[in-house]
């Protein structure tokens, strides 16, 4: 096994996807013993994802300890544990206002426990995808202080809701903001504004812009406790176990596709110790009807479980994620998950619906940098799903929009390609009055804009986009961290490269080329997987499969033309449990002719 010593790996300058194989960093020859291999593996993995040499022990376990920072350098921090504070000494009613999806809902569950364990009632409000859109509307924050509400915090939204909390200020509601998605210059009014991507933020929190919301309210959680300590509020009642509390960060933070290095691996890497105890009743109950037989792992965060918590937002009710990971009640929770699983059903249903009538207006669009792409009678709850879907065909960025022809707006969501800031852009359109709301982050994006304005928001973005488009386009590669004979795949190999892990966007899976090969044996199983049976010159074979993948070249070639012919096989290193005796296998991204 060996990182080789080309610019090339194994001479590859166009793959069977087109791409130039690249190794990801510098190379590292590995020889010795197999403890020393192992070492070296970890410390090879863990420099190319931008560890220094003498950082290597903190980053190869992360924990809270390491990576904490104290809560009180974010902006607002003090303030709003400070009202909390007294919110919770006074026997205020406190309700907090979640965004739809799973980091909205992680967020929320995460401050009503808090709340709860310190004596407050705490409440909880989701807006309807559908009938109230993104982010908190004036009605509802007003609604809600006229019902008694005189605090409400919201989570995974609010950042740019000046409107509402304008008329949420006038009605003397107080309102803190725990958001992480990108601000303007001008902030709305809020009794504290907390989010590390606020343009005036410090360098320390600053450099923690890639947390979920989840991940803020966390801190948040921290900074309350320690308010209250200070108050002496602990000296007759047990504080609560914030440790506890980090299975929801952990699946917040990975189903939103925040950047998995610094803090938010320590958040994962503990969190997913913490699922793995099943004390969560609602996370237990989640786990079951995903049908997982093991301890969750980072992958399942964002493919089993999260997905069923997006379900209830998307296309089902919006409360079931919140009221999941809340319950203790096992029944409930039970029947809560059941639900949520039905939903996933019906969702991936309708997302095929979309995706197909996406993919038909996509082809007018070949030459364009970034797609937009709308269509009436599309559901909402999808979109972003559908867009993500998109964006990995095309390599560039993608919104879809569902329009409404009863008011003439559509509902938009966007997802990007590492490199591009839609964010940034959706926000600037918004300033250019082409949007009636729009914000996110870099990698994703949501908006709602009138019919009439599509055209002219769609060659803002190309106009504004399309050379920061071509340029990491043009930086596309497959970055490959080892190749090995097929020998060299086995279950020992995985379990070394899962120690640098949990593994995520900004911190990569590593990435193996396989080979030479021939191939044994290629067909599709399911609906569109691409399955190989390859064997190498060492006399030793293996198994890949790739996914949703039936109509690539690289498909194609493997399954009809691949006779008499050698390849490079290039993806991610899996167990394959499903058999009597363990065994690795590629989960195969690549290919390439190896002679």
């Known amino acids: 096994m060996s990182t080789g010593s080309l610019t090339h790996v194994l001479g590859v300058e166009s793959s069977l996807s087109g791409k130039a194989w690249q190794w990801r960093g510098g190379n590292m020859a590995l020889d010795g013993d197999a403890m020393s291999l192992e070492r070296d593996i970890l410390a090879q993995l863990l420099m190319t994802r931008g560890v220094a040499s003498d950082d290597i022990i903190r980053h190869a376990a992360p924990t809270l300890r390491d990576f904490l920072p104290d809560p009180s350098e974010f902006r607002d921090m003090e303030t709003a544990a400070e009202r909390i504070t007294q919110a919770v000494l006074a026997g205020e009613t406190i309700t907090v206002y979640g965004d739809y999806d799973v980091d909205g809902a992680t967020s929320a569950a995460l401050l009503v426990e808090v709340l709860r364990a310190l004596g407050n009632d705490a409440q909880y409000y989701i807006p309807d995808r559908l009938l109230e859109g993104y982010g908190p509307s004036g009605e509802a924050l007003v609604r809600l202080g006229e019902e008694g509400s005189s605090l409400i915090v919201t989570v995974d939204c609010g950042a740019m809701a000046f409107e509402a909390l304008e008329a949420a200020h006038k009605a003397g509601v107080d309102v803190i903001v725990v ?13 504290a504004l907390v989010n590390p991507n606020r343009l005036d933020e410090n360098d320390i929190a600053a450099a923690h812009g890639h947390l979920a919301a989840v991940g803020v309210a966390f801190l948040l959680a921290i900074a309350l406790v320690r308010t209250l300590r200070q108050q002496a509020f602990f000296e007759s009642r047990k504080e609560p176990d914030l440790m506890a509390l980090l299975d929801l960060v952990a699946l917040g933070t990975v189903a939103d596709v925040a950047a998995l290095h610094g803090l938010n691996r320590a958040f994962v890497a503990q969190g997913l110790k913490i699922m793995a105890r099943r004390e969560r009743t609602g996370m237990a109950a989640l786990i079951d009807a995903s049908k997982l037989k093991r301890a969750p ?31 203790n009640d096992p029944d409930e929770a039970r029947e809560i998950a059941e639900q949520l699983s039905s939903l996933n059903e019906d969702r991936r249903a309708i ?16 030459n364009n940098s970034v797609h937009v792409i709308a269509g009436e009678g599309w559901h909402p709850g999808v979109i972003g799903i559908v867009a993500g879907r998109i964006k990995e ?53 949501g ?38 004979a097929p020998g060299g795949l086995t279950p020992e190999l995985v379990r070394t490269l899962d120690q640098a892990g949990p593994y995520g966007v900004g911190w990569p899976g590593p990435r193996l080329a396989v080979g030479p090969v021939r191939i044994v044996k290629a067909d599709i199983v399911g609906k569109d997987h691409l399955r190989v049976i390859a064997a190498g010159d060492d006399g030793r074979s293996l198994k890949a499969i790739a996914f949703r993948a039936a109509e690539t070249e690289m498909a194609q070639t493997l399954l009809h033309r691949s006779h008499g ?31």
Do not use: Y
Request: charged content about 25%.
């Open 393 to 445: 065909k095309t390599g560039k960025p993608s919104i879809i929009i569902a329009l409404d022809p009863s008011d003439g707006t559509g509902k938009g969501s966007g997802r990007s390609i590492s490199g591009v800031d839609l964010g940034a852009a959706i926000i600037a359109a918004r300033e250019q009055d082409l949007l009636v709301a729009g914000g996110g982050h870099a990698m994703a994006a």
């Open 565 to 595: 012919r050698r390849f490079h096989l290039a993806g991610r290193a899996k167990i394959d449990d499903w058999g009597p005796r363990e065994a690795a296998e590629l989960h195969l991204e690549d290919a390439a002719f190896a002679d």
């Open 447 to 484: 908006l709602t804009i009138a019919t009439d304005k599509i055209a002219a928001f769609a060659e803002f973005l190309e106009e504004r986009l399309a050379p920061t488009v071509d340029k990491a386009r043009l930086n596309q590669s497959m970055q490959l961290d080892l190749s090995t």
């Open 179 to 191: 958001d992480h998605h990108k601000c303007a210059p001008e902030l709305p009014k809020a009794a």
């Open 351 to 366: 997302e095929a619906e979309v995706q197909s009538a996406a993919e038909e207006a996509l082809s007018k669009q070949h």
């Open 297 to 327: 792992q980072c992958s399942d965060l964002g493919f089993a479980l999260g997905p069923r918590i997006n379900a209830g937002g998307r296309v089902g009710e919006a409360t079931l994620g919140v009221r999941l990971l809340t319950s």
